[in-house]
């Protein structure tokens, strides 16, 4: 500081030299003095309003730490945020436009078709069943001993660990071996499962027969992607289409006829429906159409069920206080419900609410093979089933409870599959 001071002074100094009278040497010295005090003032003064200036801003700055609003710091925090806001927002625009897109696709792809919905499948089988035929005990290469064979060649067929009944070539005739010959009443069901591997192969005639005992004028035809009622009295003919796309594999047709009314499903789907049959059916024949060769065919038929008609579930519950249905099936030894089961449900979750009032105790019941416990035990996990399916179609739950008797309560005896599945049944009590 010393030297810039002593530097200055004399550049000062010799500013004043022009007059060659004064002696420079005082001049220079006297200058020198002078110059030196006022840049020292000068130069003071710079710094103390620097400092001040910093102190200043050093304050500023302590406050706004305190209060917590840094106006820079903020604003470059904010800025910050902001991108970075900007970008997340941008990101997650991306992601969930990506997210949605995926999503869409899945449930494009996911999305069950229309057979597999059963959503307002309205089927609801008999109460009494006539004629059960689960092929349950019978042996791999027998003909099946529930039926009387008409024609070709039938026999039972182990298929991935479940028997079946397999018609070995085209045309091959059976018709269900029931003492009384004409066994169909009035108002009648029938259900049973076929297999077609493809659209145009695999039909099945189910033949009705009138109460001569010959064969009616009329016949159903199940095929792969068709079906059809036929008869020769009218010379007619109604075609329904099954599925606008077709699936190969199992296909469940169900039949219900009310003194002479036909309706016709095949899985979820009501096919047929004929106002009016003028004619006689009182028992029924099912032949096997075409085959994969004139040798051997591929077609097979499994759980074939035929029950007599009651008065409508609700007539029954105003009369009992309560009904009986064995319409809702489950998987062996499960509480899976079958697909067909929906029919039932659908029509007790659409009086419960046309009648709010009603609510109802979901009771499951078993046959009496296998262990008491594990029967218990199965009756109260299906009774829960069918009550937590109801709940999900919109019942409030306040308005349901399920219990389970097992095998304490059959209706009738054990021994014949008809009397089985009339033992395995749902029934649905006011509470």
């Given at each position: 500081?010393k030297?810039?001071?002593?530097?200055?002074?004399?550049?000062?100094?010799?500013?004043?030299a022009?007059n060659?009278?004064?002696?420079?040497n005082?001049?220079?010295?006297?200058?020198?003095?002078?110059?030196e005090?006022?840049?020292?003032?000068?130069?003071?003064?710079?710094?103390d309003k620097?400092?001040?200036?910093?102190l200043?801003?050093?304050?500023?700055?302590i406050?706004?730490?305190?209060?917590?609003?840094?106006?820079?710091?903020k604003?470059t925090?904010t800025?910050g945020?902001t991108?970075?806001?900007?970008?997340?927002?941008?990101?997650?625009?991306?992601?969930?436009?990506?997210?949605k897109?995926?999503?869409?696709?899945?449930?494009?792809?996911?999305?069950?078709?229309?057979v597999?919905?059963?959503a307002?499948?309205?089927f609801?089988?008999?109460?009494?069943?006539i004629?059960e035929?689960?092929?349950?005990?019978?042996?791999n290469?027998?003909?099946?001993?529930?039926?009387?064979?008409?024609?070709?060649?039938v026999?039972?067929?182990?298929?991935?660990?479940?028997?079946?009944?397999?018609?070995?070539?085209?045309?091959?005739?059976?018709?269900?071996?029931i003492?009384?010959?004409?066994f169909?009443?009035?108002?009648?069901?029938?259900e049973?499962?076929?297999?077609?591997l493809?659209?145009?192969?695999?039909?099945?005639?189910?033949?009705f027969?009138?109460e001569?005992g010959?064969?009616?004028t009329?016949?159903i035809?199940?095929?792969?992607?068709e079906l059809?009622?036929?008869?020769?009295?009218?010379?007619?003919?109604?075609?329904g289409?099954?599925?606008?796309k077709?699936t190969a594999?199992?296909?469940?047709?169900a039949?219900?006829?009310?003194?002479r009314?036909?309706?016709?499903?095949?899985?979820d789907?009501?096919v047929?429906?004929?106002?009016?049959?003028d004619e006689?059916?009182?028992?029924f024949?099912?032949k096997?159409?075409?085959?994969?060769?004139?040798?051997?065919?591929?077609?097979?038929?499994?759980?074939?069920?035929?029950?007599?008609?009651?008065?409508?579930?609700?007539?029954k519950?105003?009369?009992?206080?309560?009904?009986?249905?064995?319409?809702?099936?489950?998987?062996v030894?499960?509480?899976?419900?079958?697909?067909e089961s929906?029919?039932?449900?659908?029509?007790?979750?659409?009086?419960?609410?046309d009648h709010?009032?009603?609510?109802f105790?979901?009771?499951?019941?078993?046959?009496?093979?296998g262990?008491d416990a594990?029967?218990?035990?199965?009756?109260e996990?299906?009774?829960?089933?069918v009550?937590?399916?109801?709940?999900?179609?919109?019942?409030?739950k306040?308005?349901?409870?399920?219990?389970?008797?097992?095998?304490?309560?059959?209706?009738t005896?054990?021994?014949?599959?008809?009397?089985?599945?009339?033992?395995?049944?749902?029934?649905?009590?006011?509470?």
């Amino acid at each position: 500081m010393k030297k810039l001071l002593s530097v200055i002074a004399l550049v000062v100094a010799l500013g004043f030299a022009t007059n060659g009278q004064i002696n420079v040497n005082k001049v220079l010295k006297n200058s020198q003095k002078k110059a030196e005090k006022n840049i020292e003032n000068r130069i003071s003064n710079k710094i103390d309003k620097g400092v001040d200036k910093s102190l200043d801003a050093v304050e500023d700055g302590i406050g706004d730490a305190v209060k917590g609003d840094d106006s820079k710091t903020k604003s470059t925090k904010t800025e910050g945020e902001t991108k970075t806001k900007e970008k997340s927002t941008s990101g997650d625009a991306k992601a969930d436009s990506k997210s949605k897109n995926k999503s869409d696709v899945k449930q494009d792809s996911t999305k069950p078709a229309p057979v597999l919905t059963w959503a307002k499948y309205d089927f609801v089988p008999g109460t009494e069943i006539i004629f059960e035929d689960n092929q349950e005990g019978e042996q791999n290469g027998e003909f099946p001993s529930k039926w009387d064979l008409k024609s070709g060649t039938v026999e039972i067929a182990n298929l991935s660990g479940e028997n079946v009944i397999w018609f070995r070539k085209n045309d091959s005739q059976i018709k269900p071996l029931i003492k009384v010959t004409n066994f169909l009443p009035d108002e009648f069901t029938i259900e049973f499962d076929y297999q077609v591997l493809s659209s145009t192969q695999h039909h099945y005639q189910l033949y009705f027969i009138g109460e001569d005992g010959k064969r009616s004028t009329s016949w159903i035809d199940f095929g792969g992607r068709e079906l059809g009622y036929h008869t020769t009295r009218e010379n007619s003919t109604f075609n329904g289409d099954i599925n606008a796309k077709f699936t190969a594999g199992w296909k469940h047709a169900a039949i219900s006829f009310n003194k002479r009314a036909l309706k016709v499903y095949v899985d979820d789907q009501r096919v047929l429906n004929i106002p009016n049959v003028d004619e006689s059916l009182k028992s029924f024949s099912i032949k096997s159409g075409l085959g994969t060769s004139a040798t051997e065919a591929k077609s097979m038929i499994k759980n074939i069920r035929i029950a007599k008609g009651a008065v409508p579930l609700y007539d029954k519950f105003l009369t009992d206080g309560k009904f009986i249905t064995t319409g809702i099936k489950f998987d062996v030894n499960k509480a899976t419900l079958k697909p067909e089961s929906m029919g039932t449900i659908n029509y007790v979750v659409k009086m419960m609410v046309d009648h709010p009032e009603l609510k109802f105790s979901v009771e499951g019941h078993t046959d009496s093979d296998g262990d008491d416990a594990a029967n218990q035990k199965l009756s109260e996990a299906r009774s829960k089933t069918v009550m937590d399916q109801m709940v999900k179609l919109g019942i409030d739950k306040t308005r349901l409870t399920s219990k389970g008797y097992g095998e304490k309560r059959p209706m009738t005896g054990n021994e014949t599959p008809e009397e089985k599945a009339q033992n395995r049944r749902v029934e649905f009590v006011k509470f």
